[in-house]
């Protein structure tokens, strides 16, 4: 069952914030489901394709979270996070899947292989066409830990709060703060 377009159209959103949606979702609203997709698809995708590197499971895992939110939203829990929710929901339903479909992601190993295959490094520094430059911020990405490259991602890229990450990731607060402090030492490190 396909919901809607992939575009994320967040720009052309009303004001309306992610709470108000949630709110009116859990009430049935169709239009909030489709808001909330519309808003995330984009952002969901590209978290799914640094977890699996499979456009086909990262698409179907996001299509599955809507449907089962859909489903479920007459008993949805109220959430005051509602972004940090749906990427928790998604990345959870995204491992179990990848879990069901290859290996389980116990392997370390292949985690920190495939996990963080990404280009943050477009990110950093933007439209820039200096490969040599790219080439430096992904070979400095590479030097951090699996789990300080994570939260550099949720961090910097999809703009989430220590706070979100720290639920997400079901940590800390403070090892959030931890981990993105170490990791721009060992950056700072490599740079000079």
């Known amino acids: 069952m396909v919901f809607f377009s992939n575009k994320n159209r967040r720009g052309s959103e009303s004001v309306q914030d992610d709470y108000s949606l949630w709110q009116n979702l859990k009430n049935g609203s169709a239009d909030s ?37 859909w489903e479920k939203h007459s008993t949805l829990n109220t959430v005051k996070s509602i972004k940090p929710y749906i990427f928790k929901s998604f990345r959870n339903r995204l491992i179990k899947k990848r879990a069901s479909k290859i290996l389980y ?35 400095l990405l590479n030097k951090l830990s699996k789990n300080q490259k994570e939260v550099i991602l949720l961090k910097f890229y999809h703009n989430l709060t220590y706070r979100e990450i720290a639920e997400l990731l079901n940590i800390e607060y403070q090892s959030v703060r931890n981990s993105v402090s170490r990791a721009f030492k060992i950056l700072r490190k490599h740079i000079e």
Request: no cysteine; hydrophobic share 35%.
């Open 33 to 69: 489901l489709k808001s909330l997709h519309y808003r995330y698809y984009n952002e969901l995708y590209q978290y799914g394709l640094r977890i699996t590197n499979n456009p086909a499971m990262a698409k179907e895992a996001i299509q599955d979270l809507f449907v089962y939110i």
């Open 105 to 139: 992601i116990d392997n370390l190993d292949n985690l920190e292989k495939t996990f963080f295959d990404f280009s943050i490094e477009d990110f950093i520094i933007g439209n820039e066409n200096d490969k040599e430059l790219k080439e430096r911020v992904k070979n």
